[in-house]
Nanobody, 120 residues
Framework: QVHLVESGGGSVQAGGSLRLSCAAS????????RVWFRQAPGKGREWVAN???????HYTDSVKGRFTISVDDATDTWWLQMNSLKPEDTAVYFC??????????????WGRGTQVTVSS
C-alpha cells in the first residue's frame, strides 16, 4: 500500500522561502513520476510542478524561476523549494505520485496536504 506524507508547510512573509517534503512508501518502481499540486481557498486544485522518472522537471508558469522540485530516488522523497514567495502562493500543497515513469494526467496516490500561508 502506498503512503505519501508531506511536511514543511508554515507561515512566512512575502519574499521568504519554505521547503516542502514528501516521503513516499510502497512504490516498487525506483524511477517514477512525482508531483506537487496546490489548492488555494475557494479555488480548484492546481498542478504546480512535476519530476518524471528521467528527472525532467516541469513547472506551472506562475512559479517558474521561484520553485524547484527535486527528488532522492533512494529514499523516495521529493521536495519543493519555494523561494520569493508571494501571497498568491498561499494554499494547501499536496504531493502526488504514480508508479509510472512518465507523468500522466491524473494521479491515484495523494498526500493529505500541508498548509502554506504567505503574508504581505
Amino acid at each position: 500500500q502506498v503512503h505519501l506524507v508531506e511536511s514543511g508547510g508554515g507561515s512566512v512573509q512575502a519574499g521568504g522561502s519554505l521547503r516542502l517534503s514528501c516521503a513516499a512508501s510502497g512504490y516498487i518502481a525506483v524511477y517514477h513520476c512525482r508531483v506537487w499540486f496546490r489548492q488555494a481557498p475557494g479555488k480548484g486544485r492546481e498542478w504546480v510542478a512535476n519530476i518524471d522518472g528521467s528527472d525532467a522537471t516541469h513547472y506551472t508558469d506562475s512559479v517558474k524561476g521561484r520553485f524547484t522540485i527535486s527528488v532522492d530516488d533512494a529514499t523516495d522523497t521529493w521536495w519543493l523549494q519555494m523561494n520569493s514567495l508571494k501571497p498568491e502562493d498561499t494554499a494547501v500543497y499536496f504531493c502526488a505520485s504514480t508508479d509510472a515513469f512518465w507523468c500522466p494526467d491524473s494521479y491515484k496516490d495523494w498526500g493529505r496536504g500541508t498548509q502554506v500561508t504567505v503574508s504581505s
